[in-house]
């Protein structure tokens, strides 16, 4: 897009994410007037491979052990934004490909098998609805595993959903709703101007009565450019992805392992997605992810070993993308030091949060309670 940008404007949301677009759509629900930057073209969380993830990861519990009491903060609010993710289909009468067929973390081990006991136990405390299932009860759903599973921790309100359809069906909602969405424009500085903020692009300089910083990882910079300086640690996480040609319905649940880098899911139109975690390459701070060869043959490997049917399967793409990782979970709300600033990023699993951060954001904005909690996520918590 080449236009020229408004000179003025109710919000600038930086960021065309699945929560800044969601943040933008709420607002302009309710009449707003909301601009909505971001540096790539066909924004959206594009990398994303649709988990509904609800169950620690023991990924970031493996990675993060510092995190875990903050993980355990958030924990309760993942089956609400599943929950939310049906609401969301439903209220833009979108297909979403959104299946709850629940999560199961599959253990090697009996070592395994018990840290996923202890994880369960602590989860159910948390409210969550989750099982430990032997080799034989798992059969008895998911009969696709290798020899090697000995067991799993089911997750009943887990589940997926296409992106693809996803993110395309928030683009029509918001843009229908009359949010303008400047891709391809990159923000460089935000400086407080009058009541409001002076926010210079590439394309110029935009004024705004209030600002929302849903870049990602690229938050951390924009934060700390203002004046006074913000801190917010969001750090980019390369992440690689693979996906399979399309085959007949094989895994119905979200897979993922116990103690190794894995996830797995099909697509309602075949294709079996495979990530869980494998790293990409930045090809300089700030910039883009590349994909690693390494990644792609030890991620499909590990596949193959799990549901050894993926093995007659070709890879058709692979992809890389940037995640965002904080302290555990999500940076959300207004910014006191700095009257008309808000911040929305979701935290981990930031898919699967991110339309019920962007209303809970958007609700505060809206002079609303939000309807959860959003305390313990303020954003001035790392002053
Ligand atoms: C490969 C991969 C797979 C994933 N799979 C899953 C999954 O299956 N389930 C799940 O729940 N989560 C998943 N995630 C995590 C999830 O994608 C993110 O948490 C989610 O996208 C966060 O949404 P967001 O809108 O906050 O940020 P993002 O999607 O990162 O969007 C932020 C946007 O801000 C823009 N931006 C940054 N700085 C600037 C600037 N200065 N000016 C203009 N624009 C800027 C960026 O271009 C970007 O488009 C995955 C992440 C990756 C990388």
Redesign the pocket.
Known sequence: MSDALPASIGTVV????????CVAGFLADEGQDVLV????CG???????????VQMQSRFMRLYPENVPNMELQLPLYPKAVAFWRELASSLNADFDLKMTGGLMVAESQDQLDFLGVKARRERQLGLDVEILDRARLDAIAPYFGPSIVGAELCANEG?LN?LLCNAAIRSWILARGVVLAEG????GIARSGTGFAVT?TRGTVTAGRVVL??????R??AAGMEPAITIPAVA?????NITEATAPLIGHLVQHADRMI?LKQFGTGQI?I?GGWP?RQDAP?GH?EVELASLIANASLAQHIVPSIGNLRIIRT??????SVDGMGVLGAVPAIPGLFV???????????PL?ARLVADVMLGRKPGEDISPFRPERFE
């Open positions: 930086i960021g065309a994410g699945v929560v800044g677009a930057v971001d540096e790539g924004a959206g969380s594009s990398a994303n491979a649709g988990s509904l993830h997926k992106p424009v990159r923000v460089e692009t849903a870049a990602g990882s690229g938050t910079l924009l996480e390369p992440l690689h992805m996830t997605v990530g990409a700030g992810a992809w890389a993308g940037l995640n965002t929305a990023i979701p935290g981990d699993a930031g898919y699967t949060l991110g951060s």
